[in-house]
Each structure stands twice: as structure tokens, then as C-alpha cells.
């Protein structure tokens, strides 16, 4: 697979790209493909460092993602936006747990889980 320079890319673009990413994993579980699943999480932790590491965290552009329509999508971008946009955030992963649509609502759950108990600090 190609290197992408993320640094090159404008916050638009990596937010399309993190969608498309989330896409991919949810074919990849729908597959029973957990290498490929597991594979494209360097690509989310990816984008998600870029936006991080730009002026100002532009990670809250991923906030975007909440409306989409894959659940996956929406998942990931729930977890990534947890340290700039906690309330937000935590009512999306309330939503997907409630939502029952799995095997998403089980990870919003256990998301939300380690939040109230202290096993996960967003940074």
C-alpha cells in the first residue's frame, strides 16, 4: 500500500479519509477479515495524531462524522473526539450503545465503561 504524506492533507481531507477507513473496517468485520480490521486502526490512530498535532487539536472536525451513515464511522469518530468534545462525544457513544446495532454498541458500551471507571483518560 502507498504511503500517504497526511501532513500534505488539508483537515477536509483527512476527515473524508478517516471515514473511509471506518468504512473499510466495517467491511472487514462484516468479512470476519480481524487482520485487515485490525490493520486499518494504524490508519485511524494516524489521522487522528495529524489532527492532533495541528495548530489548535483539529480533532473536533471529526465531529462531522456523527451524522454518518455507517456505524462504524460514527463509532470511531465518538472515541477520537472523547478529549476535545467530551459531552458530545459521550452522548454519540450513548446513542450507538443504545442504538443495539452490533457489534458497535457493544464497543460504545465498553467505551463508556472504561470512561466511568477510570480505566480510559482521553488525551
Not at 473526539?81 to 457513544?93: D, K, S
Amino acid at each position: 500500500m502507498k504511503k500517504i504524506d497526511l501532513k500534505q492533507m488539508s483537515v477536509e481531507s483527512l476527515v473524508k479519509r478517516y471515514a473511509a477507513i471506518g468504512i473499510a473496517q466495517y467491511e472487514a468485520e462484516l468479512d470476519d477479515d480481524v487482520p485487515k480490521f485490525n490493520r486499518l486502526v494504524d490508519g485511524l490512530i494516524a489521522v487522528e495524531a495529524e489532527l492532533k498535532a495541528r495548530t489548535g487539536d483539529q480533532r473536533a472536525a471529526l465531529m462531522k462524522l456523527y451524522d454518518h451513515p455507517n456505524m462504524q464511522v460514527r463509532l470511531n469518530a465518538a472515541q477520537a473526539t472523547l478529549a476535545v468534545a467530551p459531552e458530545a462525544a459521550r452522548a454519540m457513544l450513548v446513542a450507538i450503545r443504545e442504538s443495539r446495532w452490533m457489534p458497535q454498541a457493544l464497543h460504545a458500551g465498553m467505551s463508556l465503561w472504561n470512561l466511568e471507571k477510570g480505566v480510559y483518560r482521553p488525551t
